[in-house]
């Protein structure tokens, strides 16, 4: 059983910064992608950031030059740094694994959620 387990989430002041962090209990890199979600009141799940074992980064366009992720293999950790963060940042953010496998022909998705951790910004 895969545990991710995020921490760093608080409540910031519009402008400041916060760093999240998703420790998974075995190597992140055996998973194709770690990435970071986040899912405010009243709206749907969506993707922040994500990196490949690869190493390749994509961000959703809101958050793009204001958010970083990166990863310490030997940690088994990635992290979100959020700059300049905006009262509409507000959500719970949940850290992802993705782990891909082929079976005779046809890939199976298996994915894996940590509990979540609240970032607040307030205006």
């Known amino acids: 059983q895969v545990h991710l387990v995020e921490s760093g989430g608080g409540v910031v002041q519009a402008g400041g910064t916060l760093r999240l962090s998703c420790a998974a209990s075995?190597?992140?890199?055996?998973?194709?992608?770690m990435g970071w979600y986040r899912q405010a009141p009243g709206k749907q799940r969506e993707l922040v950031a994500r990196?490949?074992?690869?190493?390749?980064?994509n961000y959703a366009g809101s958050t793009k030059g204001r958010f970083t992720i990166s990863r310490d293999n030997a940690k088994n950790t990635v992290y979100l740094q959020m700059n300049s963060l905006q009262p509409e940042d507000t959500a719970v953010y949940y850290c992802?694994?993705?782990?891909?496998?082929?079976?005779?022909?046809?890939?199976?998705?298996?994915?894996?959620w940590g509990q979540g951790t609240q970032v607040t910004v307030s205006s």
């Open positions: 992802n694994a993705e782990r891909l496998r082929s079976y005779g022909g046809s890939t199976r998705e298996y994915d894996y």
């Open positions: 075995e190597s992140i890199l055996s998973f194709n992608f």
């Open positions: 990196i490949t074992s690869g190493g390749s980064v």
